[in-house]
């Protein structure tokens, strides 16, 4: 499955974004959905993951109450919505598909075969 990552910017800190992920190439409903961001010199780390028909939700705790991931299956769209963002929320945020179908969702960046491209995100203090 192909990904296409945008909706990021700059933004004052306290403000929102909407971050949106478009996929193509295979069944978008097969696979649970992730978004991970990552700063220059720092490991990729997880922010929030949904599962195949929407219902489960994951997220980090360092954004959790702030963060709202959703997904359309129709449009073949995952979304990350942002509030009250902070500086330390700047990154490079990706968003990522796994085929897991079994109970739960992942966090590992192992886990989520298919990446796109990455949307910058900086949140200016």
């Known amino acids: 499955v192909q990904l296409q990552a945008s909706g990021g910017g700059l933004v004052q800190a306290g403000g929102s974004l909407r971050l949106s992920c478009a996929a193509s190439?295979?069944?978008?409903?097969?696979?649970?959905m992730g978004w991970f961001r990552q700063v220059a010199g720092k490991e990729r780390e997880f922010v929030a993951a949904v599962n195949r028909n929407g219902g489960s939700t994951d997220y980090a705790d360092s954004v959790k109450g702030r963060v709202t991931i959703s997904r359309d299956n129709a449009k073949n769209t995952v979304y990350l919505q942002m509030n009250s963002l902070k500086p330390e929320d700047t990154a490079v945020y990706h968003c990522?598909?796994?085929?897991?179908?079994?109970?739960?969702?992942?966090?590992?960046?192992?886990?989520?075969?298919?990446w796109g491209q990455g949307t910058k995100v900086t949140v200016s203090s």
């Open positions: 190439g295979r069944p978008f409903s097969r696979y649970a």
């Open positions: 990522a598909a796994d085929p897991w179908s079994g109970y739960g969702l992942r966090r590992g960046v192992k886990n989520y075969d298919y």
